[in-house]
């Protein structure tokens, strides 16, 4: 244990460089903010640029160090060249006491790399999650597991990630289960009186039929993988005339040139750049049915009793799996296809998937992480509560 209890402030920097961890932070960041024991700092390194300051302005969140690094068609040697000189300058200047990292980007794991060359602490927030495969998600679960390596506190969500860490050989002392901070982002956002920015959307979700979203976005799927899901979506939207496809199109070219060319001038087909985030939540409480390869919508999606279909081969978050809110079905045209023309035409089938039931968390996580960095700084006393969730075998 480090620090002194006798220290009345407690400076935590958070790192993080995408939306994603921007969504997953806020919560975290306002809960340093209103404890009076914690000053929370905030540096980003933007290795997505708009999509990240969608969510910096929803929570209203001002970096105190903004790294800029994102340029178009990046490589994943670019993004950690420019992380990790920038980083270094950062944490020279700053001097926190301990710097949070969330998830499983290059930016998690520089973050991290850094704060260890700096011989500062390091809490790793949504920590424990794996695939057990190298290369799926990638860079992600490398990077998860590379983070676990240099962290010193580890901020599991769920059971079953805290047992991944235990079986890496990591002190259970040191990881706190805290349910995830996606819920807290979550419920902070869902609210169905709302209305939307853009009258195009108001105007899709009163319309009538059913709203399907579909998303798809990771490395690993770029290229074929795209294309096969893009077909199965535009064969479901020609064979259900009740159906509307709202495709939240990535802003990179290597996914946006490949969505567009197949589906531009469909029917029914809405094609958008990502919208903002409270938006994307209320419209994923609308939808009839999500198709991704997202990790956040796996979380988010079982507290709304939306069912997803989950385009990849393996899934770092089997809670909901094994709850039966998310069915993994890769980026095969057919397969895809054929099931979610399973949950268009199967009530039961459908009911299964869509009875609400989240393993993920309570709206309390950056309330936990707070209170487990106090106590592991001597703060307070007695080790916090954890989130406790009845696991799914």
Request: with cysteine.
């Amino acid at each position: 244990m480090s620090g002194s209890e006798h220290r009345v402030t407690l400076k935590v920097m958070a790192v993080f460089g995408t939306r994603p961890e921007a969504i997953k932070m806020a919560p975290v960041i306002r809960a340093l903010a209103e404890h009076p024991a914690t000053e929370p700092v905030v540096a980003v390194t933007a290795q997505h640029r708009e999509l990240l300051d969608q969510v910096l302005d929803h929570f209203g969140i001002r970096p105190d160090y903004d790294l800029d690094i994102m340029r178009e068609r990046q490589t994943l040697s670019h993004i950690a060249r420019r992380a990790l000189a920038g980083l270094d300058e950062v944490l020279a200047e700053a001097r926190p006491d301990v710097v949070l990292v969330h998830g499983d980007t290059l930016t998690t794991f520089i973050g991290a790399l850094i704060a260890f060359f700096h011989r500062l602490p390091v809490g790793h927030v949504e920590a424990g999650l794996r695939t057990f495969r190298k290369y799926e998600p990638f860079p992600e679960e490398m990077c998860r597991k590379l983070t676990a390596a240099v962290a010193d506190l580890h901020f599991a969500p769920t059971p079953a990630a805290r047992r991944n860490l235990e079986a890496e050989g990591i002190d259970g002392a040191a990881i706190f289960v805290t349910g995830n901070t996606a819920i807290d982002a979550l419920l902070l956002a869902v609210d169905r009186r709302r209305p939307f920015s853009d009258p195009r959307l108001e105007e899709l979700v009163r319309s009538p039929g059913r709203l399907v979203i579909a998303e798809i976005h990771r490395r690993e799927n770029w290229g074929e993988h795209v294309r096969q899901v893009c077909l199965a979506m535009r064969d479901l939207v020609r064979r259900h005339e009740d159906v509307r496809l709202l495709f939240s199109v990535h802003p990179n070219p290597v996914v946006e040139d490949v969505v567009r060319e197949v589906l531009t001038g469909e029917d029914r087909v809405y094609l958008m750049r990502p919208v903002e985030y409270p938006e994307w939540a209320n419209l994923m409480d609308r939808a009839y049915l999500i198709i991704s390869d997202s990790g956040g919508v796996q979380e988010e999606a079982p507290s709304l009793g939306t069912p997803v279909l989950l385009a990849r081969r393996v899934t770092e978050r089997p809670e909901a799996v094994r709850a039966g809110t998310v069915r993994v079905v890769g980026t095969d045209r057919e397969r895809v296809r054929e099931a979610a023309e399973l949950l268009l035409t199967s009530e039961e089938a459908y009911r299964a998937m869509a009875t609400a039931r989240n393993p993920y968390g309570d709206g309390r996580a950056a309330r936990r992480i707070v209170d487990a960095l106090l106590f592991h700084f001597g703060i307070t006393r007695g080790r916090p509560e954890e989130y406790a969730v009845q696991d799914i075998p």
